[in-house]
T-cell receptor
Framework: DAKTTQPTSMDCAEGRAANLPCNHSTIGGNEYLYWYRQIHSQGPQYIIHGLKNNETNEMASLIITEDRKSSTLILPHATLRDTAVYYCIAYTGANNLFFGTGTRLTVIP | GAVVSQHPSRVICKSGTSVKIECRSLDFQATTMFWYRQFPKQSLMLMATSNEGSKATYEQGVEKDKFLINHASLTLSTLTVTSAHPEDSSFYIC??????????????FGSGTRLTVV
């Protein structure tokens, strides 16, 4: 599965949109992008996934560039409970999920 | 839905003793479960893949005789840390994959077990 790179940390004001970038320049055509988050001392939680088209669900939106080399996870109205480490994972479904270092998002009151 | 229960949530044990951690899929059957380890401020590292009715597959560098995995049923996998040492202190997380009827890749994670060896 392709490697992804994310900023180490980000801050976001409560109530504002949090935009978390992810680069995946070597992503293969059959690799989906998955986003999980891990709140402190808990197991990872699935957020959203996509292949080529932008996706939206009740938690977030996923914006994927046309060349699929980068993407952005958007939390439209961040709350304090969104403070967590967010992982962007390229995954074909064939192997195990590989967690990189992720982005530590801190939502500030 | 897909719920994975992990027990205990935290445990403190003495050096040299063994500790068993349970991972249960509550509302689905999982032929495969996964065990991860996470040190402070680091990411999750896959330790092994637990296969129901057969031997677990361990990642490179993980001692199979130290981290015993048993997957005796379709809803239960156990990880036993044998002869624990302080360096085994970590956050252990299990995961099970439900192939259909769930969002995303189908991986559901337990809430983790914080092991402290004193």
């Amino acid at each position: 599965d392709a490697k992804t790179t994310q900023p180490t940390s980000m801050d976001c004001a409560e109530g504002r949109a949090a935009n978390l970038p992810c680069n995946h320049s070597t992503i293969g055509g059959n690799e989906y992008l998955y986003w999980y988050r891990q709140i402190h001392s808990q197991g990872p939680q699935y957020i959203i996934h996509g292949l080529k088209n932008n996706e939206t669900n009740e938690m977030a939106s996923l914006i994927i560039t046309e060349d699929r080399k980068s993407s952005t996870l958007i939390l439209p109205h961040a709350t304090l409970r969104d403070t967590a480490v967010y992982y962007c994972i390229a995954y074909t479904g064939a192997n195990n999920l590989f967690f990189g270092t992720g982005t530590r998002l801190t939502v500030i009151p | 839905g897909a719920v994975v229960s992990q027990h205990p949530s935290r445990v403190i044990c003495k050096s040299g003793t063994s500790v068993k951690i349970e991972c249960r899929s509550l509302d689905f059957q999982a032929t495969t479960m996964f065990w991860y380890r996470q040190f402070p401020k680091q990411s999750l590292m896959l330790m092994a893949t637990s296969n129901e009715g057969s031997k677990a597959t361990y990642e490179q560098g993980v001692e199979k005789d130290k981290f015993l995995i048993n997957h005796a049923s379709l809803t239960l996998s156990t990880l036993t840390v044998t002869s624990a040492h302080p360096e085994d202190s970590s956050f252990y997380i299990c995961s099970a994959r439900k192939q259909t009827g769930v969002k995303g890749a189908g991986y559901t994670f337990g809430s983790g077990t914080r092991l402290t060896v004193v």
